[in-house]
């Protein structure tokens, strides 16, 4: 079945690079997801990135995806304490109206 | 910026006792979810919801689940005869299938306790 594996732990000093690993199973996913949790709050989505691209930037955030290997990587450049939280990597087959598979979750503690 | 609401944000419940969660999607939305995360477990989808009608559920989602849309504004999960293996995180989502529209809206979670 479908599986979405991340490392639970990340400790970064600020102003460093944090780079959040995730691998996933299912070949056939269409959508890969970067969801934030901070403490108290919901699931936020930091980003996308469809199967058939390598990279994405958007800001701060760098997205790589190994189709073949089926690895997918968030780099967050010039890590600030405010990006402690948790960090969900998700698939999907669809955009929007299929079941999202998350991982775990890799907690960042981000140390001033 | 548009926001799911889930109400409450904790809920304590004895064993065997009915309970209902709460949640407004965003009010364009077509499709709502609700997902579940066990403490320190994975986020789990449960069921996803459609024109009135489900579309999908997991195996998780037994005979003691249910949902609604009650109002055209609210979507509720009812858990019918709670066991502490139901304690979690509910998560309540909305999307709204587009080109342009990717990924869903999370509420913050329901905290449900059971003891």
């Known amino acids: 079945g479908e599986d979405v594996e991340q490392s639970l732990f990340l400790s970064v000093r600020e102003g460093d690079s944090s780079v959040i690993n995730c691998t996933y199973t299912d070949s056939s996913s269409t959508y890969l997801y970067w969801y934030k949790q901070e403490p108290g709050a919901g699931l936020q989505l930091l980003t996308y990135?469809?199967?058939?691209?390598d990279m994405k930037q958007d800001q701060r955030l760098t997205v790589l995806l190994n189709k073949k290997d089926k690895h997918l990587s968030l780099r967050i450049a010039d890590t600030q304490t405010g990006d402690s939280a948790i960090y969900f990597c998700a698939e999907s087959f669809d955009s929007g109206n299929t079941p999202l598979v998350f991982g775990k979750g890799t907690r960042l503690s981000v140390i001033a | 910026e548009p926001e799911v609401t889930q109400t409450p944000s904790h809920q304590v419940t004895q064993m065997g006792q009915e309970v209902i969660l709460r949640c407004v999607p965003i009010?364009?939305?077509?499709?709502f979810y609700w997902y579940r995360q066990i403490l320190g477990q994975k986020v789990e989808f449960l069921v996803s919801?459609?024109?009135?009608?489900?579309?999908?559920k997991s195996e998780i989602f037994d005979d003691q689940f249910s949902v609604e849309r009650p109002d055209g504004s609210n979507f509720t999960l009812k858990i019918r005869s709670t066991k502490l293996e139901d304690s979690a995180m509910y998560f309540c989502?909305?999307?709204?299938?587009?080109?342009?529209?990717?990924?869903?809206?999370f509420g913050s979670g329901t905290r449900l306790t059971v003891v």
């Open positions: 919801f459609y024109n009135n009608e489900i579309s999908e």
């Open positions: 990135i469809f199967s058939n691209m």
């Open positions: 989502a909305s999307s709204r299938r587009g080109w342009d529209d990717y990924g869903y809206t």
């Open positions: 009010s364009n939305h077509l499709y």
